[in-house]
């Protein structure tokens, strides 16, 4: 896991309307997307996007319905060409690709999961999940072996020959991301992948991903609109309203400092015992010379701290990572974050006011 | 003299109608009725008569009879007939030729051969032996009464004619559902298809060919079925579900891939419903283009009613019926298994 920068988004804009550079100029000079529409009928779905995605790691694009992730997921592969900006990818500017060069990244380089699952209908499992070397004219009895292990690895085996309408919603999703995983690329779009499953199954596609992740690290943009799978799949978070980026970094610092009353709503109503690691919250260097009540581990969520801890707020704990102390907890500072904080006021009166 | 003088008088154009009053040109039915009774053009208020091409006429004689009106039709018709002939004539032949080969081979392979050879080629497109019973009962009972010729030229004539249809108006159709100008072109013109009187195409056509030549009932015949198939293509390739075509562009498929890959096969359960009618419209057309020597059960449908023979007519048409059934029942049966096999 290296800290490359595998997807460059520079400065995108996308707006929809018949005199889009027109539009343009006006969004460049401050004009927002209600204003946009009444007066000059035009809709801006992005606005000065500039997004680093690492290699190897998942970057969440969360937002509202109607903020744009879905134009900005399409940007990445095209499906939708922007009115200005550039996407760089492993460094190639891809809006300067032709024809060939697109569907080359689009058969090699990149695949997609769909919140609909859009898998073929008239296709059996395996032919949906061959789909990648399909394309490219590779026969059926060629990429069976490889379709068959990329179906057996998310759960699906001996379905072969079922088609889509046959089998359940989370299995067509399965199916969906096998079709994605045949295609041995390295980055993975996941538009809403999960939203349309129900949330039990929910989870256990989540695991799936981050299962999956932990062994393949590809490139994974995935776009939800559910802060609680955000924050559960994210190592970069990205958070969109209508068009533009509010705020974007490490989901546990966007949790711990919400840069915008929009995002302090979006965080308020969350299980934070749940969602914080303790490494976000201990303290580097151990001050106190309390008694150590024990260790814990910096990836362990608050949750698991508050149980052994008993309830007791006297305590105190190491933070381990790999066998070695990176901090200390105290159960004091641990419980203080448990209470969302608006910067040095109060939060109410921040958010009134701002 | 004429309701209308007074315009051309009022305008001054007295002089660019001529002298008015009676000219040497011919006379129309009503110059004739008016001179027999002899009165004058003393018309009341109630009796005006609309300011039509013979009224107008009657007061000023430079404008012409309705009458100059369909003549000129016809002769500009025929001058551009034989231009006209030069390009369609070789351009039609393969199916004089087509349609000629098929009637002749119909006739010819004997009857023990051709009822099973239709027996099996439902049971491969139907999959149910319902199916092949009736076929085979019906065609049992048409040859017994001695109509078996008459059954195989008609079948002979749709089985040509569908299969021209389908082969233009399948690519006719994918061509609309790309592009919304070429769909905005042709949805007039498969409108007047649609509605013109099977009758009013024939017109034309028997100026063009000869009326020995089979093309002549083919052309009519293709012109009234192609419609429906043309129609549900385009219709079914719009209609293919978004999400699947962008997952197909997601994965990098070429247009030539999508369109056989995924738009047609999605689309083929409207595609098949519309050849389903287009078989149906040529069966109803076929028995109308007897009046043009199209052989088969129209014939004995004519005869029929021109000989008043009604035993014949109603007989004839019970066998119409019959092969509307079985046609009807086939290409439903193959679309219900590609509806089975979709969803
Ligand atoms: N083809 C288009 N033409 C015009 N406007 C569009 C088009 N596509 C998207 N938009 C507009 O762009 C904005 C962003 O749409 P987008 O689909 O990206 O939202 P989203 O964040 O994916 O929402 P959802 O969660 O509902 O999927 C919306 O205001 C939408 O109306
Ligand atoms: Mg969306």
Same mark, same amino acid.
């Given at each position: 896991?290296?800290?490359?920068?595998?997807?460059?988004?520079?400065?995108?804009?996308?707006?929809? %309307?018949?005199?889009?550079?027109?539009?343009?100029?006006? +969004?460049?000079?401050? /004009?927002?997307?209600t204003?946009?529409?009444?007066?000059?009928?035009?809709?801006?779905?992005?606005?000065?996007?500039?997004?680093? @995605?690492?290699? %190897?790691?998942?970057?969440?694009?969360?937002?509202?319905?109607?903020?744009?992730?879905?134009?900005?997921i399409?940007?990445?592969?095209?499906?939708?060409?922007?009115?200005?900006?550039?996407?760089?990818?492993?460094?190639?500017?891809?809006?300067?690709?032709?024809?060939?060069?697109?569907?080359?990244? &689009?058969?090699?380089?990149?695949?997609?999961?769909?919140?609909?699952?859009?898998?073929?209908?008239?296709?059996?499992?395996?032919?949906?999940?061959?789909?990648?070397? !399909?394309?490219?004219g590779?026969?059926?009895?060629?990429?069976?072996? =490889?379709?068959?292990?990329?179906?057996?690895?998310?759960?699906?085996?001996?379905?072969?020959?079922?088609?889509?309408h046959?089998?359940?919603?989370?299995?067509?999703?399965?199916?969906?991301?096998a079709?994605?995983?045949?295609?041995?690329?390295?980055? @993975?779009?996941?538009? =809403?992948?999960?939203?349309?499953?129900?949330?039990?199954? &929910?989870?256990?596609?989540?695991?799936?991903?981050?299962?999956?992740?932990?062994?393949?690290?590809?490139?994974?943009?995935?776009?939800?609109?559910?802060?609680?799978?955000?924050?559960?799949?994210?190592?970069?978070?990205?958070?969109?309203?209508?068009?533009?980026?509010? $705020?974007?970094?490490?989901?546990q610092?966007?949790?711990?400092?919400?840069?915008?009353?929009?995002?302090?709503?979006?965080?308020?109503?969350?299980?934070?015992?749940?969602?914080?690691?303790t490494?976000?919250?201990?303290?580097?260097?151990?001050?106190?010379?309390?008694?150590?009540a024990?260790?814990?581990?910096?990836?362990?969520?608050?949750?698991s701290?508050? =149980?052994?801890?008993?309830g007791?707020?006297?305590?105190?704990?190491?933070?381990?990572?790999?066998?070695?102390?990176?901090?200390?907890?105290?159960?004091?500072?641990? +419980?203080?974050?448990?209470? *969302? $904080?608006?910067? !040095?006021?109060? *939060?109410?009166?921040?958010?009134?006011?701002? | 003299?004429?309701?209308?003088?007074?315009?051309?008088?009022?305008?001054?154009l007295?002089?660019?109608?001529?002298?008015?009053?009676?000219?040497?040109?011919?006379?129309?039915?009503?110059?004739?009725?008016g001179?027999?009774?002899g009165?004058?053009?003393?018309?009341?208020?109630?009796?005006?008569?609309?300011?039509?091409?013979d009224?107008?006429?009657?007061a000023?004689?430079?404008i012409?009879?309705?009458?100059?009106?369909?003549?000129?039709?016809?002769?500009?018709?025929?001058?551009?007939?034989?231009?006209?002939?030069?390009?369609?004539? *070789?351009?039609?032949?393969?199916?004089?030729?087509?349609?000629? =080969? @098929?009637?002749?081979?119909? $006739?010819?392979?004997?009857?023990?051969?051709?009822i099973?050879l239709?027996?099996?080629?439902?049971?491969?497109?139907?999959?149910?032996?319902?199916?092949?019973? #009736?076929?085979?009962?019906?065609f049992?009972?048409?040859?017994?009464?001695d109509?078996?010729?008459?059954?195989?030229?008609?079948?002979?004539?749709i089985?040509?004619?569908?299969?021209?249809c389908?082969?233009?108006?399948?690519?006719?159709?994918?061509?609309? !559902?790309?592009s919304d100008r070429?769909?905005?072109? /042709?949805?007039?013109?498969?409108?007047?298809?649609?509605?013109?009187?099977?009758?009013?195409?024939?017109?034309?056509l028997?100026?063009?060919?000869?009326?020995?030549e089979?093309?002549?009932?083919?052309?009519?015949?293709?012109?009234?079925?192609?419609?429906?198939?043309? &129609? #549900?293509?385009?219709?079914?390739?719009?209609?293919?579900?978004?999400?699947?075509?962008e997952?197909?562009?997601?994965?990098?498929?070429?247009?030539?891939?999508?369109?056989?890959g995924v738009?047609? *096969?999605?689309?083929?359960?409207?595609? @098949?419903?519309?050849?389903?009618?287009t078989?149906?419209?040529?069966?109803?057309?076929?028995?109308?283009?007897?009046?043009?020597?199209?052989?088969?059960?129209?014939?004995?449908?004519?005869?029929?009613?021109?000989?008043?023979?009604?035993?014949?007519?109603?007989?004839?048409?019970?066998?119409?019926?019959?092969?509307?059934?079985?046609?009807?029942r086939?290409?439903?049966?193959?679309?219900? &298994?590609?509806?089975?096999?979709q969803?």
């Open positions: 896991m290296s800290d490359d920068i595998k997807i460059r988004i520079r400065n995108l804009y996308k707006i929809f %309307g018949d005199n889009p550079e027109m539009a343009l100029d006006h +969004v460049k000079q401050g /004009m927002g997307k204003e946009l529409l009444a007066e000059h009928g035009h809709v801006l779905g992005l606005n000065d996007i500039n997004v680093d @995605m690492p290699a %190897g790691k998942t970057t969440v694009i969360m937002g509202l319905s109607g903020s744009g992730k879905s134009t900005l399409r940007h990445l592969n095209r499906l939708i060409d922007p009115t200005a900006g550039q996407v760089l990818i492993d460094g190639d500017d891809i809006l300067s690709y032709n024809d060939k060069q697109l569907r080359d990244l &689009r058969q090699h380089r990149m695949s997609m999961v769909f919140q609909k699952f859009a898998l073929f209908p008239h296709r059996t499992v395996l032919e949906n999940t061959g789909l990648a070397p !399909s394309v490219e590779e026969s059926k009895k060629k990429y069976a072996d =490889e379709a068959r292990k990329w179906l057996a690895r998310v759960g699906l085996e001996g379905q072969d020959d079922q088609y889509p046959q089998l359940s919603g989370g299995m067509q999703q399965r199916v969906g991301i079709r994605a995983l045949t295609s041995n690329s390295d980055i @993975m779009l996941m538009d =809403e992948a999960f939203s349309a499953l129900d949330p039990l199954i &929910r989870t256990d596609m989540q695991n799936l991903l981050i299962e999956l992740q932990a062994e393949l690290a590809k490139t994974v943009v995935f776009i939800t609109h559910d802060l609680d799978e955000s924050l559960k799949l994210a190592d970069h978070l990205v958070i969109l309203k209508d068009g533009f980026i509010v $705020q974007q970094g490490e989901p610092h966007i949790l711990l400092n919400p840069a915008d009353p929009y995002i302090e709503d979006f965080v308020s109503d969350i299980n934070r015992a749940r969602v914080l690691r490494r976000s919250v201990m303290q580097k260097t151990g001050t106190g010379t309390k008694d150590i024990g260790e814990v581990d910096h990836d362990a969520n608050l949750e701290v508050i =149980e052994a801890s008993g007791d707020t006297n305590k105190c704990y190491r933070v381990m990572k790999n066998g070695e102390e990176v901090g200390i907890l105290d159960m004091r500072t641990l +419980v203080r974050a448990l209470v *969302p $904080q608006g910067g !040095s006021d109060d *939060p109410e009166a921040a958010r009134r006011a701002g | 003299m004429a309701t209308y003088d007074f315009i051309f008088d009022k305008l001054g007295r002089g660019w109608c001529g002298d008015g009053g009676s000219g040497d040109g011919p006379m129309s039915m009503a110059d004739l009725l001179q027999t009774t009165e004058d053009t003393a018309v009341s208020a109630w009796d005006t008569p609309f300011p039509s091409l009224a107008l006429h009657d000023c004689e430079t012409p009879q309705s009458r100059d009106l369909t003549t000129g039709l016809e002769t500009g018709f025929l001058n551009i007939k034989d231009t006209l002939k030069i390009v369609v004539d *070789p351009l039609t032949q393969p199916l004089s030729w087509a349609l000629n =080969e @098929m009637l002749w081979l119909m $006739q010819a392979v004997p009857w023990w051969i051709m099973p239709l027996m099996l080629i439902s049971y491969a497109v139907g999959r149910s032996l319902k199916l092949v019973a #009736l076929v085979a009962v019906c049992g009972f048409l040859a017994f009464v109509y078996y010729d008459y059954t195989m030229q008609t079948l002979a004539i089985f040509v004619c569908a299969f021209i389908v082969l233009l108006g399948v690519p006719i159709g994918i061509a609309m !559902s790309r070429t769909q905005r072109v /042709m949805i007039p013109i498969l409108d007047m298809l649609q509605t013109l009187p099977p009758f009013v195409y024939l017109i034309p028997i100026f063009l060919f000869s009326v020995t089979p093309k002549l009932y083919g052309i009519a015949i293709i012109l009234y079925a192609i419609v429906p198939v043309v &129609r #549900l293509t385009d219709l079914g390739i719009r209609l293919v579900d978004q999400d699947v075509i997952a197909a562009d997601a994965f990098g498929m070429t247009d030539r891939q999508k369109l056989f738009q047609i *096969p999605l689309a083929l359960p409207n595609i @098949m419903a519309g050849v389903n009618q078989i149906m419209m040529s069966l109803a057309m076929v028995v109308i283009a007897s009046l043009v020597s199209a052989p088969g059960l129209g014939v004995l449908v004519l005869r029929g009613i021109r000989s008043l023979e009604l035993g014949v007519g109603l007989l004839s048409g019970l066998g119409i019926v019959l092969l509307a059934i079985i046609l009807d086939v290409t439903k049966a193959a679309l219900a &298994r590609i509806n089975a096999s969803n």
